[in-house]
């Protein structure tokens, strides 16, 4: 199969998964035993005219087969409705939370990224040493650990016992930083939470990237790259970890909803205004316009990382696209 067509199978296939997406967000809020709005009218002791009002303002009085169409025509141009809550367009509530979270996801994948890998990489080729131990003890035990709990665990020692970092939020409240200030300001509430999500993820990559370059090591060019008197370090950086690497690179991106997942759950111990606090506040206050939103938004994102990871792994490896 041709690269075109390898490409085109792929999009399609993308495609294919969003709409399934948008088709279960659509029925998912309307067909459930227990529909927002009655929730909602029942949290606030709305009346049963004030309940019929709502039902139209949000068009959930229309037949399902219209409302459909409405939701599909209006989320295709970027109209993903109104907040209940609010008032606020749905798609503005989200853009202001946007870059908190691409910082703190943006700057943790980074990070963990590297590391994991640097560690996965020393940790293989000095295996059974005593690095080897102790890097793969460490990230097996990050691995298992939920984002949550390592997020109060850091929180209670460097914000509440050592003073060294600020609780929460994104900058200082009542404070008028601007330039470097401001910057500083910003990196010390990000600490915790970047921290945090790196930890989360740093094991995994590690464990990744140490079990691929144990398998690579063992195949014929690398034991040839030897016999022929290259040294190790040479081995390692031009035959072994660039063939080693393949796996790692499209786990961060598969990886990415997983993250996303986690942010959720980060930001809301740190109290991050980020989308993930947005959704967290939107369940609790029962704002389905919100929650459908996000959702969708989280959804677009990994379907569309999930086929950069496939166009990454054909365009790296040219046997898949045969496949």
């Known amino acids: 199969m041709g690269s075109r067509k390898y490409l085109l199978r792929k999009t399609l296939h993308a495609i294919a998964t969003l709409v399934f997406v948008l088709t279960f967000n659509f029925f ?73 979270t691409i910082l703190l996801v943006g700057l943790s994948t980074i990070l963990s990224t590297a590391f994991g890998l640097l560690i996965g990489i020393k940790g293989a080729w000095q295996r059974g040493s005593f690095f080897d131990t102790g890097s793969l003890f460490g990230s097996l035990v990050l691995y298992s650990m939920p984002e949550g709990w390592l997020g109060m665990i850091l929180l209670i020692f460097f914000a509440g016992t050592l003073h060294w970092f600020p609780a929460g939020q994104y900058e200082s409240s009542g404070a008028a930083f601007t330039g470097f200030a401001h910057f500083f300001d910003v990196l010390n509430h990000l600490f915790l939470p970047a921290l945090t999500l790196t930890l989360g993820y740093i094991g995994e990559y590690a464990i990744i990237m140490r079990s691929s370059l144990l398998e690579t090591m063992g195949e014929d060019f690398v034991q040839t790259a030897r016999a022929k008197g290259l040294q190790e370090k040479l081995v390692r950086r031009r035959h072994a970890v660039p063939n080693a690497i393949l796996p790692s690179l499209t786990l961060i991106f598969y990886s990415f909803g997983y993250v996303l997942g986690g942010a959720i759950i980060v930001e809301t111990v740190f109290s991050w ?36 990871a496939d166009i990454l792994y054909g365009y790296l490896d040219p046997r898949i696209r045969e496949a």
Not at 34 to 46: G, K
Request: without cysteine; charged residues 20%; aromatic residues 10%.
């Open 28 to 100: 998912l809020f309307r067909v459930m035993p227990s529909d927002p709005v009655q929730l909602y009218a029942r949290s606030l002791h709305l009346t049963e005219e004030d309940k019929a009002e709502l039902e139209h303002e949000l068009g959930l009085d229309r037949p399902l087969p219209q409302q459909f169409v409405v939701y599909m025509r209006e989320t295709i141009t970027g109209n993903l409705g109104t907040s209940i809550k609010t008032g606020l367009p749905v798609s503005e509530m989200i853009v202001s939370r946007l870059w908190p």
């Open 273 to 308: 205004p980020g989308i993930g606090l947005l959704e967290y506040k939107s369940i609790a206050e029962l704002d389905y316009p919100v929650i459908q939103g996000v959702f969708l938004l989280f959804s677009a994102a990994v379907i569309v990382f999930n086929l950069a």
